[in-house]
């Protein structure tokens, strides 16, 4: 679980704080840490969470066409070295991110409607958005690829092999670890890159034994860009 949080249910539309901020002062942008199962992208957002300062937890309810109730989807709110921080998803569970919320489509309208008002920078991760561009992706270029970036964890398939069984050892789960859907998963990613790359998307690369360092100093550079 993440350290430093607000206590209390989640509540209260989205970015209320910044509704009637100059938009001209704050530029949104985003970036997106891929990888697939036990890459080590929800331990590293997870880091900066319980890095951040002045961190709230926040949650609003979403309602679309074929959901048949509506779904409380979560986020944190903070600062990180000075610089307005949005950390889409819950983190309060083994697998966090936007694993939690219960369509790319609300990413995707979480993303618009951040840019809308200009909140600062958005940071965010999850196993279905690591090997597609869709929906979120093409928000994502819609809003300029210059201020919203990808980042690709270079994590080989072993090691994602030996977290996933680790975590669920820590979990209580001795079962064997059936490897077909993360061995399936691992080569998506690559290509999603590919894919993201010829769409005209900014990609970097995150080294997985330098994983924060190398996180660190990408969020920093686009803080400046």
Aim: a positive charge.
């Amino acid at each position: 679980s993440c350290k430093g949080l607000v206590k209390g249910r989640p509540q209260g539309r989205l970015f209320t704080d910044y509704e009637n901020s100059n938009k001209d002062t704050l530029m949104f942008k985003s970036l997106q840490v891929c990888g697939t199962s036990g890459s080590g992208k929800t331990t590293l957002v997870r880091e900066l969470i319980n890095r951040m300062d002045d961190v709230h937890h926040m949650g609003e309810t979403f309602q679309r066409a074929k959901m048949k109730k509506p779904k409380i989807c979560r986020w944190y709110e903070g600062t990180y070295q000075d610089t307005k921080i949005i950390v889409l998803g819950d983190y309060n569970k083994t697998c966090g991110g936007c694993d939690t919320i219960p369509s790319v489509q609300i990413v995707a309208d979480m993303l618009d409607h951040m840019n809308s008002v200009g909140v600062g920078i958005c940071v965010f991760e999850g196993l279905m958005l690591s090997h597609m561009v869709g929906t979120v992706g093409a928000k994502q270029l819609e809003m300029g690829a210059e201020n919203h970036w990808r980042a690709y964890l270079d994590t080989s398939l072993f090691t994602c092999l030996e977290n996933v069984v680790a975590r669920r050892r820590a979990a209580g789960n001795l079962k064997p670890l059936n490897t077909a859907n993360t061995t399936a998963d691992w080569p998506r990613v690559v290509n999603s890159r590919r894919k993201w790359e010829g769409q005209g998307g900014i990609a970097h690369t995150i080294q997985f034994d330098q994983a924060w360092q190398d996180f660190d100093h990408l969020l920093g550079a686009l803080c400046h860009e």
